[in-house]
């Protein structure tokens, strides 16, 4: 019988081959430094003195002498930040005892900035022996021997380390190589750990270059992955993953599965925290089976209750998972408690992201836009922001990418095979599935399956086809708030990027072929044979170097009416409001100005105020003050007044406001603040367009009195 080849990166692991170089003799440096560097303690959390004001009159040797055992909490922390210098800081160089839980805050940051080198023994005392999070932050302008130490062990669970060694950067290096080279297994680690997070920032071979004295053996532990160092433990699985109770995992190509013992050795594999042969995995073993044997390890996970311990079997979906994988943990997600379950959906954001393919990556950007998963659309965002930017795009612009053809030809057209008989299913300028069968006659829809059909192929293809209409309705309704949005925001396309991405695309064909665009050289549309077509139906030349976006009623102006009637003659009904949308354009002299006066004085609906105020991009500040606020770009906004006075109540229907003014402002750092006056020329039409559109309701529908009542349905 021929032996099962195993994999050499499953044969031989990473901790069967030890990367442990020990250099003894080396020291590290000695004396303290003092460093707040640029930014490292931020300024907005230095509590000012005034939310401690200095006591009235004080007698400071009176005080001196009452402090600690006779004075209130609160005084203790006036006393210490008003006090003469030469009286205080004698007391945090021989401070032994910390703070009490309910006299820690941000204030202490304030001494240590202050005292720099004298005050060590406070924030010694308080970063070691304290109970407040915020505490490990005194430690973080020192760098010495028995900080490093410390900071070495915060990195392997997260704390301050990262900031002190963003500020100290390679100045540390002397301070934790000898406890990396050494022989104390935890000390060894710990330093290793905090190397590596610098390395992360600097470079591997940076941090080797720091430390002449052994630059060789540093660069061959950084240079080695954590598990061959022990710097990552070889992973204990759990009862729940035991390889006996899991499928099968097959080589590439399927000829045959991996014996148990490599079957354990890619589960504890899988458990690192830190990826070991993940290429190896992907590229040596079935896709197929991996998401499959992932999958299971999911499930056991869950079935023993979710451990957070073990959570690993959550985050390695991400190196195992294939596009099913993805669709089926979003329902998970949807599942999980929406507070309990967060720190869960969080891990199952970034497996999604981790998986990397369209299909998951479609599926963060569905969570991100989906109000039923509202406790996740920030995260889910935020994973989608980073997957697009390492691919060196923005949101957008990745989104763009990720719409699928669903298998679609160059025409929307695709065939379903039962076997038997075969059907031509094509989608018409309206995304609507047109059915033909193989006689050329029409049909109304994809017959169900008959006896005479082949019983595998026939429901495969009915399932198939009602898989299409579902998803081509998704893609119609994400493109749709897709492109709306890219008209608000005024994005544009190259022309190669424009033909990609909607002329040739088989379903966004379909939509952008209803929509009006604009370029340098005017606006055009796309006509039935996939030319452009300017107003008067002439072809319309694109122009190499131009730039394409969507166009905006408050660009067309005078245009506006000839393009309306263009669109009603072809019947192309719009995927939103485009050619009869409201628009607000401004004169000459309102644009020059900060301040729109025509809109003084309108009296508006409270409930189409609030309305306005729970869309995205409205925010509302202050109750004595009513305004509303729209952002324009990244510095300015249109700011809204609506008198003083509180809100009215959401019960009351009747209830009004009233415009006192519209202005154009600089956006402040603190949104309650007014800014300053801008010209409302150098803000974005389109966006003081929306804004002010958006808050205006619309106008009633009109009536004919003697119009007879239609019949029900």
Same mark, same amino acid.
């Given at each position: ?190 330093? /290793? *750990? !905090? $190397?590596?997070?610098? +390395?992360?920032?600097?470079? #591997? ?6 430390? &002449?004295? %052994? =630059? ?38 399927? /000829? *045959? !599965? $991996?014996?148990?013992? +490599?079957?354990?050795?890619? #589960? ?6 830190? &990826?070991? %042969? =993940? ?60 507070? %309990? ?121 009915h399932r198939a086809f009602t898989e299409l209409k579902k998803h081509v309705l998704d893609v119609l309704d994400e493109r749709r708030r ?192 007014p800014g300053d006056p801008a010209r409302f020329a150098d803000l974005a039409p389109i966006s003081v367009s929306e804004a002010l559109t ?6 009633e529908a009109p009536t004919t009195p003697d119009a007879p009542t239609p019949p029900p349905p």
């Amino acid at each position: 019988m021929t032996a099962v080849r195993t994999p050499a990166f499953l044969a031989v692991p990473p901790w069967d081959r030890p990367v442990k170089p020990v250099v003894t003799g080396l020291k590290p440096p000695a004396g303290r430094r003092f460093s707040l560097g640029n930014g490292v303690l931020d300024t907005d959390l230095l509590i000012e003195t005034h939310q401690f004001p200095e006591p009235e009159d004080p007698d400071w040797d009176d005080l001196l002498g009452r402090y600690p055992a006779r004075m209130p909490r609160i005084l203790r922390t006036r006393f210490l930040l008003h006090a003469p210098e030469d009286i205080v800081r004698p007391l945090l160089a021989a401070w032994t005892k910390p703070l009490e839980a309910d006299q820690t805050g941000r204030w202490p940051i304030t001494l240590v900035a202050k005292y720099g080198l004298d005050a060590f023994p406070y924030a010694w005392t308080q970063a070691v022996e304290g109970r407040s999070g915020l505490d490990g932050r005194l430690l973080v302008p020192y760098l010495d021997a028995a900080v490093a130490e410390v900071m070495a062990g915060w990195a392997l669970h997260g704390g301050w380390a990262r900031t002190w060694l963003d500020l100290h950067g390679l100045d540390v290096v002397p301070y934790l190589a000898p406890a990396a080279l050494g022989r104390g297994t935890a000390a060894r680690r710990a330093a /290793e *750990a !905090a $190397l590596r997070l610098l +390395a992360d920032g600097h470079g #591997a071979d940076t941090a080797p270059a720091a430390y &002449p004295d %052994a =630059a060789d053996e540093l660069r061959t532990v950084l240079s080695a992955h954590p598990l061959r160092t022990g710097a990552v433990p070889r992973p204990k699985l759990p009862a729940w993953a035991a390889p006996a109770a899991l499928p099968k995992v097959l080589l590439r190509g399927g /000829e *045959a !599965a $991996l014996p148990p013992a +490599a079957t354990r050795t890619l #589960a504890e594999l899988l458990a690192t925290p830190v &990826p070991c %042969a =993940a290429d190896e995995t992907r590229a040596e073993l079935d896709p197929a089976s991996l998401a499959e044997f992932g999958w299971a390890l999911f499930e056991g996970w869950r079935a023993a209750g979710e451990p957070d311990g073990e959570a690993w079997a959550l985050v390695q979906l991400g190196r195992t998972g294939d596009d099913t994988t993805a669709r089926r943990l979003v329902p998970v997600i949807a599942a999980w408690p929406r507070f %309990a379950g967060h720190r869960e959906s969080k891990r199952a954001l970034a497996a999604l992201a981790a998986i990397g393919t369209d299909a998951s990556l479609r599926a963060l950007r569905a969570v991100s836009a989906d109000p039923k998963y509202r406790g996740l659309v920030f995260d889910a965002a935020s994973v989608f922001r980073d997957a697009a930017a390492a691919r060196g795009l923005a949101p957008e612009e990745l989104a763009d990418r990720l719409v699928p053809d669903l298998g679609l030809d160059a025409d929307a057209s695709t065939t379903f095979d039962y076997g038997s008989r075969r059907f031509l299913v094509r989608l018409d300028d309206r995304l609507r599935p047109q059915v033909t069968g193989e006689d050329g006659k029409p049909r109304k829809s994809l017959p169900k399956p008959s006896a005479k059909d082949d019983p595998d192929l026939a429901p495969a293809a009915h399932r198939a086809f009602t898989e299409l209409k579902k998803h081509v309705l998704d893609v119609l309704d994400e493109r749709r708030r897709g492109l709306e949005t890219a008209m608000v925001d005024g994005r544009t396309w190259t022309p190669g990027e424009f033909r990609d991405l909607f002329v040739r695309h088989p379903i966004v064909y379909r939509i952008a072929r209803r929509l009006l665009w604009r370029a340098d050289a005017g606006a055009f549309r796309i006509a039935e044979d996939g030319t452009f077509a300017d107003v008067r139906d002439d072809p319309f030349v694109l122009p190499e170097a131009a730039r394409i976006g969507i166009a905006h009623p408050v660009h067309l102006a005078g245009a506006l009416p000839a393009w309306r009637e263009v669109f009603g003659d072809y019947e192309l009904l719009q995927p939103f409001p485009q050619l009869d949308r409201p628009a607000v354009r401004l004169t000459a002299p309102e644009r020059d100005g900060d301040r729109l006066d025509r809109f003084a004085g309108r009296t508006l609906r409270a409930s189409d105020v609030r309305s306005a105020r729970d869309g995205t991009r409205w925010a509302e500040s202050g109750t004595a003050d009513r305004r509303l606020w729209w952002r324009v770009g990244d510095g300015h906004r249109v700011v809204v007044g609506l008198g003083s006075g509180p809100w009215p109540d959401e019960d009351d229907a009747d209830a009004t406001l009233t415009v006192e003014y519209v202005r154009a402002t600089t956006l402040p750092k603190n949104p309650d603040a007014p800014g300053d006056p801008a010209r409302f020329a150098d803000l974005a039409p389109i966006s003081v367009s929306e804004a002010l559109t958006t808050l205006m309701p619309p106008p009633e529908a009109p009536t004919t009195p003697d119009a007879p009542t239609p019949p029900p349905p």
